[in-house]
Each structure stands twice: as C-alpha cells, then as structure tokens.
C-alpha cells in the first residue's frame, strides 16, 4: 500500500510540475538565428509579416531584429501587432526599442510587455516600422537560398501566412502583399518577432488541479 500512494504522489508531482513548466515558457514565433546579417538596402520600411492564430495564446513579450547584435543607436524602433480584418493595432503589443534596450536572444531583443496580450482565433501580423539602410538593416530571405529563419508553430497554435510592406518610418499598417509560402517558404524577413505562450485546455487545467489535490491528499493521509 505504501508503495502505491507513493507513486501516484510522486506521478501527481510530476504532472503538476509539468503544467506549471509549460506555462512558465513562452515560445520565440519569428526566430532570427545568431549570425544572420541585414541584406535589404533602401527605405526605410515598414515591414509586416502575417500570422494565423488557430489556438487562443498569450503575446508575452515582442521583439526586433538587431543587425549585428549591437543595438539600434539613436533611432526609435517601433514594433507592434496588427489585427489584419481591421489594419488596426492590438492594444497593449505596441513597444519601442532604441540603443541597447531589450534582453537579446539570437539576432533579436526582446521587451516584455506589463501585460500579457491574448489573442483569439483569427489573422494577425507583426510589424516594425523604420528599417532601411540609414536606419536598422533587415534581412529579406528573397535576396538569398539561406534558409536561417524560422517560424514555430508553437505546436499547431499559430501558422505562418504572407509577408507585407510599405514605405515609412512610422508604425502603420502595410498594404503591399505576396510575399510568403511557398515563394518563400521562411519567414519572409528578419524584422519584427514575438513570444507566444498557449491558453491551456480546460480539461488540461482540471487534470492539473485534480494532480494537486491528490497529491496534497495522499501526502495528509502518509503523515495521519
């Protein structure tokens, strides 16, 4: 009997542990790898790149390429994501990213936002306005074979649709479109990023409770 209320202690620890893992870690969507270099001259540009939310999830924290890993010098960065039905800003994405500011992870830094953005079903695109070759370089992948970039479908929870632009220094919806899969079947620019965390499943939240409980019961019952 011992044996047995240990080991579904022990299995209602783990299940708890890996539930409160999973919402601890954030998953980077737009992965710029250490060591990509700008390629894309002219502008500047505003630059979007569009994404479809199939799993309701959180925007914990949003990004920009930083060319050479160096920072952004005297320029202000703006970076935000856009709800495509409507070419309008969803509150609370907008940041600004100027000198060294920012927790850099491979070729891009990072702000974390106060607070956590959701995202409900449907198509968005991140966009970040003011690169060019006076300003902050971007990376085009279809100047290039290279296949460096990456997107994570954060397990089947977003899928990565079409690039766009516009001409600007100024956060604003660009309208120029088809620059995505399967022209280009990488993230069409190393521009504007985010982290991305899953709303869990009801039924995966009761599993995590009924875990807790369990445990704490059998832990009662061993000291009783």
């Known amino acids: 009997m011992k044996t047995l209320i240990s ?3 022990v299995l209602a620890v783990i299940g708890a542990s ?4 999973s919402q601890l870690t954030a998953s980077v969507v737009y992965n710029n790898p250490t060591g990509t270099v700008g390629n894309q001259t002219g502008g500047p540009w505003i630059l979007g790149m569009d994404f ?3 799993t309701p999830g959180y925007v914990t924290a949003v990004g920009a ?3 050479g890993t160096n920072g952004f010098g005297s320029i202000s960065l703006q970076v935000s994501i856009y709800d495509v039905s409507s070419g309008t800003q969803v509150p609370g994405t907008a940041v600004s990213f100027t000198g060294n500011q920012g927790t850099l992870i491979d070729s891009s830094r990072f702000l974390t936002l106060a607070t956590p953005v959701l995202l409900a079903p449907g198509t968005y695109s991140i966009v970040a306005a003011d690169y ?4 902050e370089v971007n990376y085009n992948s279809g100047y290039t074979s290279s296949t460096s970039l990456t997107f994570d479908t954060v397990g089947g929870a977003l899928t990565m649709l079409d690039g766009r632009y516009d001409a600007g220094s100024s956060l604003a919806f660009p309208t120029i479109t088809g620059f995505g899969p399967p022209t280009w079947p990488n993230p069409v620019f190393a521009a ?3 982290d991305f965390l899953i709303v869990p499943e009801p039924s995966t939240i009761s599993l995590a409770v009924l875990g807790l409980a369990t445990g704490a019961l059998l832990a009662f019952r061993r000291r009783n």
């Open 7 to 9: 080991a579904q202690r």
């Open 18 to 21: 890996l539930f409160l893992a």
């Open 52 to 54: 479809q939310v199939n």
């Open 65 to 67: 390429f930083d060319n």
């Open 132 to 135: 060019g070759a006076t300003t």
């Open 192 to 194: 504007g990023t985010f």
